[in-house]
């Protein structure tokens, strides 16, 4: 179990979190510039690029080559109310699909080179089904149903989130170089759409999205969980502490710090699906900066990771669909920032033009 020792001074984050070098960007633009190609002939990898040797505070950056996969795994009491096509406390299973290496998003970490990394925050399940290093950080089994009750308590709020910033100074400081930040979670998706919505300041029905594949009458079930919960994230919006117990739940908080921490870090992260996002819109209130150390690996079709998106001014990498979560769909575009830095930090600069022979003068031979 995780401990927290005393209150959390939200502010210092918002002091603590730079910008990415604008020094080492400008190089690497003046780099692609000065390679044997046309201008702008590798298009959005040359952005990457820019944006890695920004954040590496270097140029050329050092390729991408130790990439992980980190799982925040939890259940949510919301799913009880009958919001997803998939049973109350199923994470479990899903969990030991990736552990195992059974799961998409094992099966893709392998092709493309990178780790996973589960962590279990909130799992219904015993913590002894799981091992020991899983359930480290875990603060509590499951959550309260959001729409009724509080999440969690305040205190559990606050170790969640010092468990996220805990991991990710242990991931930079064992030299993980990109992050893919995925969720395992049922009834996650209604959670997201609360907190999107209640930053964003839309209606339910504008953020509720099918989820799990819900029907449309499901869908109806989950927009009225989302507007009864949305009731009570609306006192708590000054305190994002206090939302994150209110309505998100222990991977929320957790994911947060995570990405606060990972900023502070120098730790570039790719969002996958509408829970990070979510996570990442109510860490951009916490410090402004922030989202200039991410970038969101693809669109969901989530209506609400579309609006924090739009909030942030964040325009995703790749368009596939990918709704599964579990990091999936970010996964998918890590070849593209593998490729960025690789092709930046290893062509070869154009060779000078050879200057022209003198002609020879008259009369000479």
């Known amino acids: 179990m995780s401990t927290f020792d005393s209150a959390i001074d939200l502010d210092e984050f918002s002091a603590l979190v730079a910008r990415p070098d604008d020094e080492h960007r400008l190089a690497a633009e003046e780099r692609w510039a000065a ?43 919301i799913a009880g109310a009958g919001v997803s096509v998939l049973p109350a406390g199923s994470t479990a299973r899903r969990v030991r699909s990736a552990l195992d290496g059974t799961a998409p998003v094992s099966l893709l970490a392998r092709q493309y080179g990178a780790q996973v990394r589960v962590v279990d925050l909130a799992v219904d399940a015993d913590p002894e089904d799981f091992p020991a290093e899983v359930v480290r950080h875990r603060i509590r089994r499951g959550s309260g149903r959001i729409d009724t009750e509080d999440a969690l308590t305040r205190d559990e709020a606050e170790a969640a989130f010092r468990a996220g910033v805990a991991l990710a100074d242990e991931e930079a400081d064992t030299g993980t170089d990109l992050v893919v930040l ?73 994911m947060t710090g995570f990405l606060l921490q990972s900023a502070v870090r120098r730790t570039p992260v790719l969002l996958d699906g509408v829970v990070s996002a ?50 999936v769909g970010a ?34 031979d």
């Open 182 to 254: 995925g969720d395992l979670g049922t009834g996650s998706t209604t959670v997201a759409a609360v907190l999107v919505a209640a930053l964003c300041g839309t209606d339910a029905a504008a953020v509720t999205g099918r989820g799990s594949g819900i029907d449309d009458r499901v869908w109806m079930v989950k927009c009225a969980a989302v507007r009864d919960a949305l009731r009570r994230a609306r006192p708590v919006l000054g305190d994002q502490m206090d939302l994150l117990a209110t309505s998100g739940g222990a991977d929320f908080a957790a």
């Open 35 to 77: 390679l044997d190609l046309p201008r702008g002939a590798l298009g959005g990898l040359q952005q990457l690029g820019s944006w890695l040797a920004a954040v590496q505070g270097q140029c050329p950056p050092t390729p991408v080559r130790r990439a992980k996969v980190l799982l925040f795994a939890a259940d949510h009491g």
């Open 331 to 364: 996964l998918l575009a890590l070849p593209m920032l593998q490729a960025a830095s690789t092709l930046l930090a290893e062509l070869p600069l154009a060779a000078p033009a050879a200057s022209a022979e003198p002609a020879p003068e008259p009369g000479k």
């Open 278 to 327: 979510a996570c990442a819109l109510v860490a951009q209130r916490i410090a402004f900066r922030a989202p200039e150390w991410w970038r969101a690996g693809q669109t969901s079709g989530e209506p609400a990771q579309a609006k924090a998106y739009e909030r942030m001014s964040v325009e995703p990498l790749l368009d596939q669909g990918v709704g599964l979560g579990q990091g």
